[in-house]
């Protein structure tokens, strides 16, 4: 199957820094990419979609100046958290989509950030 | 508004059989998908059903009805390792996935 991987699996910041995650496709081209945000038992929260080349579609509610998406590649992805905040701690998890039979996405492993 | 809803939480016994239901209301149908999401990890790819009918794979098997906007996800012959969340989520028309709350399924010896 798909493959995707994500750094760091968690970090640990102090408020008003930015962290970066990477989200990378090891096997297959992903033509699109997801960006998740999950809350301690909540669903997924899509963040921002992006494909590759072209600039993020952010979903409403979600600061685009706050969360910076770059999908410079096909199989790399990075969710930068500027000006990190308590209230910006969560697990964030990308997964993407490539030539699949359902089109359906696969998730990288997540990674848990905790502002302090 | 779309909408999806399933059970928050199930509780079944290890070696029974379990079914979580999912309802969904959402603007254009491409295809319902089940997820498996363990404590503090990604979801994986269970199941995809774009079709009405029963989709079986092994000791899971999911079930839609378009007609009803409704979705089951069987399990059989449950094994501690089952105990998970269950996601639902639906493809739209825009071929956005919206997604359920998540089932919380509990096994018990």
């Known amino acids: 199957g798909a493959v995707v991987s994500q750094h760091p699996s968690w970090v640990i910041c102090k408020s008003g820094t930015s962290v970066k995650i990477e989200c990378r496709s090891l096997?297959?081209?992903?033509?699109?990419m997801f960006w998740y945000r999950q809350f301690p038992k909540q669903s997924l929260m899509l963040m921002a979609t992006?494909?590759?080349?072209?600039?993020?579609?952010?979903e409403q509610g979600v600061e685009k100046d706050k969360f910076l998406i770059n999908h410079a590649s096909l199989t790399l992805s990075t969710l930068t958290v500027t000006s990190a905040h308590p209230e910006d701690s969560s697990f964030y998890i990308c997964?993407?989509?490539?030539?699949?039979?359902?089109?359906?996405?696969?998730f990288g492993p997540g990674t848990r950030l905790t502002v302090l | 508004g779309q909408n999806i809803d399933q059970p928050t939480e199930m509780t079944a016994t290890e070696g029974a059989i379990v079914q979580i239901n999912c309802t969904y209301q959402?603007?254009?149908?491409?295809?319902l998908f089940w997820y498996q999401q363990h404590a503090g990890e990604a979801p994986t790819f269970l199941s995809y059903?774009?079709l009405d009918g029963l989709e079986e794979k092994g000791r899971f098997s999911s079930f839609l009805s378009r007609s009803k906007g409704y979705s089951y996800l069987l399990l059989k012959e449950l094994q501690m390792k089952d105990s998970a969340s269950y996601l639902c989520?639906?493809?739209?028309?825009?071929?956005?996935?919206?997604w359920g709350a998540g089932t919380k399924l509990i096994i018990k010896p």
């Open positions: 997964s993407s989509t490539g030539q699949r039979e359902y089109n359906e996405q696969f």
């Open positions: 096997d297959f081209q992903a033509t699109t």
């Open positions: 992006s494909n590759e080349g072209s600039k993020a579609t952010y």
């Open positions: 959402t603007s254009g149908f491409n295809g």
């Open positions: 059903n774009v």
């Open positions: 989520a639906v493809m739209d028309s825009n071929y956005q996935l919206i």
